[in-house]
């Protein structure tokens, strides 16, 4: 079960439910994939409703990938995301937002 004050959320690929994280990590590995200096554009895009389907999949890869999941984005093409790419959105948008919010 995803613990939100830890930064996650559940991901559901094929029925089975993943927990995504944007670890150190995950994030460095996000900025690589998408070829960013930082991720304060993708945050904006997000935020303006102007994001692109492959920068939705990057960030659920490394989120996947930060939650301990060993797959590659190739995988993440070939399963079903529970609840299709308006969710697929949404929970991408919701691991940026809870990777950058403050502490309590």
Do not use: K, Q, Y
Not at 9 to 25: F, K
Request: no cysteine; charged share 25%; net charge negative.
């Amino acid at each position: 079960m995803a613990n939100p004050f830890r930064g996650e959320v559940a991901l559901m690929l094929d029925g089975r439910e993943h927990v995504a994280r944007l670890t150190l990590g995950a994030l460095a590995e996000l900025e690589a994939e998408l070829g960013a200096d930082g991720l304060t554009g993708l945050m904006e895009r997000m935020d303006a409703g102007r994001i692109a389907s492959r920068e939705i999949m990057a960030v659920l890869v490394a989120g996947l990938r930060g939650g301990g999941w060993s797959g590659r984005a190739a995988d993440l093409v070939a399963v079903e995301i529970g609840g299709g790419p308006l969710e697929a959105a949404r929970l991408a948008a919701r691991l940026l937002a809870l990777a950058f919010r403050a502490p309590e």
